[in-house]
């Protein structure tokens, strides 16, 4: 697992999107797992504007969304669809029928979590999945107790996080008890995992995903197990790791000099 701190929250989303950026131009056709939130909104908005000022092309990206809400439709200004079109999709070239979410309002519960298992499958799989994470350490829905191996399907939120999103709503009420969320399993299978965190409030739930055992009451521990997972958190989230961490990705200079320099003595 590979430990990014930066400084602060812009550095934190422009390196995000840059992980991003470059895999999308590496594979035109990526396939991007996103997350919603207010954590990914940088993100989102440097890939904007990677888009409209250096061109990066979404024409053949094919995107699944982790969660959404159930019982708000999608035109509703707290579900996840509304938030997806108005912080991101809006404002880039990718088709509307490239676009997945789970979806929200059918009744028949169990074949939407089926097929939306089957459609990442027939996508070729996410080539890399945007994560942010709870103040109790859930990933996308999948709130302490889940378990580590689950597929996408209904889930009860937590009432930590019913209070947490309460923010968003008028009343603690409208918040939805229930989501549709890929499963913990569905999330390990992506190539590449990117989980960002930022603020002090995250930062037990870090030092945790980080640094402590790998358990079901804490389900981002999980990525410890993921053979390709970048953890990018500002200073304030990494404020509880005890052990230090790189300042910026891939920079192997150091090691390379040092190469160099062992090179030198030898002749
Ligand atoms: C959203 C999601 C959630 C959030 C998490 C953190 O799609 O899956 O797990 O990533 O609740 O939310 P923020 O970023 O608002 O702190």
Redesign the pocket.
């Known amino acids: 697992m590979e430990v990014i701190v930066k400084e602060n929250y812009d550095k934190m989303s422009r390196l995000a999107a840059k992980i991003i950026a470059e895999v999308v131009r590496e594979k035109p056709r990526a396939v991007l797992g996103?997350?919603?939130?207010?954590?990914?909104?940088g993100t989102y908005k440097e890939l904007i504007r990677l888009h409209k000022e250096e061109g990066l092309d979404f024409s053949q990206v094919v995107t699944f969304?982790?969660?959404e809400y159930i019982g708000l439709p999608p035109e509703h200004e707290q579900s996840?669809h509304y938030f997806m079109k108005e912080n991101f999709f809006d404002h880039i070239n990718i088709p509307p029928g490239n676009i997945h979410l789970p979806p929200g309002m059918v009744e028949n519960l169990l074949e939407a979590c089926r097929q939306y298992e089957q459609d990442i499958k027939d996508a070729g799989g996410i080539d890399i999945q945007l994560?942010?994470?709870?103040?109790n350490g859930?990933?996308?829905?999948?709130e302490p107790g889940s378990s580590l191996g689950s597929r996408t399907r209904v889930k009860t939120l937590d009432n930590n996080?019913i209070q947490?999103?309460s923010r968003f709503f008028e009343r603690i009420e409208d918040v939805p008890k229930y989501a549709i969320?890929m499963g913990i399993g569905t999330v390990m299978n992506s190539q590449r995992l990117l989980l960002?965190?930022?603020?002090v409030?995250?930062a037990h739930a870090i030092a945790i995903t980080v640094e402590g055992p790998i358990t079901a009451l804490v389900p981002a521990t999980i990525v410890q197990l993921h053979r390709q997972a970048t953890l990018v958190v500002d200073r304030q989230a990494a404020a509880e790791l005890k052990c230090s961490y790189r300042d910026s990705p891939h920079d192997l200079s150091e090691a390379v000099a040092y190469i160099k320099r062992q090179k030198g003595k030898k002749s």
């Open positions: 996103l997350a919603t939130g207010s954590t990914p909104m969304n982790l969660d996840y994560l942010g994470i709870g103040v859930h990933i996308a829905f999948n996080t947490n999103n969320t960002l965190a930022t603020g409030n995250k």
